[in-house]
């Protein structure tokens, strides 16, 4: 039972490379990202809150991510984990170490996804999900296979995210460089970080990663 975390800049593939490893093996994906966009659809008042933080490019607080979390780790006791955006400051890195040994649980890989960061603002304002089933696309690096309907569902709306856009990817950027990337060396101590060139295809972003779960490199 394998927990992972997958660390990158905005737009690095993380998300990408999550829900594939969700898709092929006894993993579950937890992105803080998506749970807090379900938060603010709902329009709970915790929902309320984070929209304007996240619009901004800013970070959530420490503690409403952590909580979100905690639950959905919950969801599949004998699954892998697979934390995709989270942690990203030193105190949820403290906050997921407690949670992971409460449940007798450890962690056995911080995967990076190492990025130029420039390629990443046309990686982000090109992407796109199908409305329904939530298949994530990009306008050029991976269009639907007929125009305009999803290729899992045949749905023929889909959606772009409000942070999407130029000035607020670069803000979330600001936010990666000065709160999360600073949380490496805590891994690097432990001897737990591998990093992959995430500038490859997603094919061979995705073979490098299964071969570091799989140990083969
Ligand atoms: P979140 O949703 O986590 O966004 P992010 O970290 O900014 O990451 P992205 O989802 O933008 O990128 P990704 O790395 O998943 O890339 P993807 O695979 O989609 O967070 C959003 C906001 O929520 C934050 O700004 C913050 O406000 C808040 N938040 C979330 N977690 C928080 C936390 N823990 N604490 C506090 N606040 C938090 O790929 C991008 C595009 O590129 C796609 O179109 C994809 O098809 C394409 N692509 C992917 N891989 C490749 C490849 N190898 N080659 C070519 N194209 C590719």
Known sequence: ?????????????????AARLQAERRMIQLSTGDML???????????????????????????????????????????????????????????????????????????????????????ITGRFTCAKCGTGYHDSFRPTKVPGVCDVCGSTEFKRRPDDNEQTVRKRMEEYRAKTQPILPYYEERGLVRSVNGMGSVEDVGAAIDAILDGTA
């Open 1 to 17: 039972m394998l927990n992972i975390i997958l660390l990158g800049p905005p737009g690095a593939g993380k998300g990408t490379q």
């Open 37 to 123: 966009r379900e938060a603010r659809a709902s329009g709970s008042p915790i929902g309320e809150k984070v929209k304007a933080i996240m619009d901004a490019g800013e970070l959530v607080s420490d503690a409403i991510v952590t909580a979100l979390i905690g639950e959905r780790l919950d969801t599949c006791v004998d699954c892998g984990a697979i934390f995709d955006g989270f942690p990203r400051t030193r105190a949820q890195a403290k906050a997921l170490d407690l949670l992971l040994s409460e449940r007798g649980r450890k962690l056995d890989h911080v995967i990076e996804l190492a990025v130029d960061e420039d390629a990443l603002v046309t990686r």
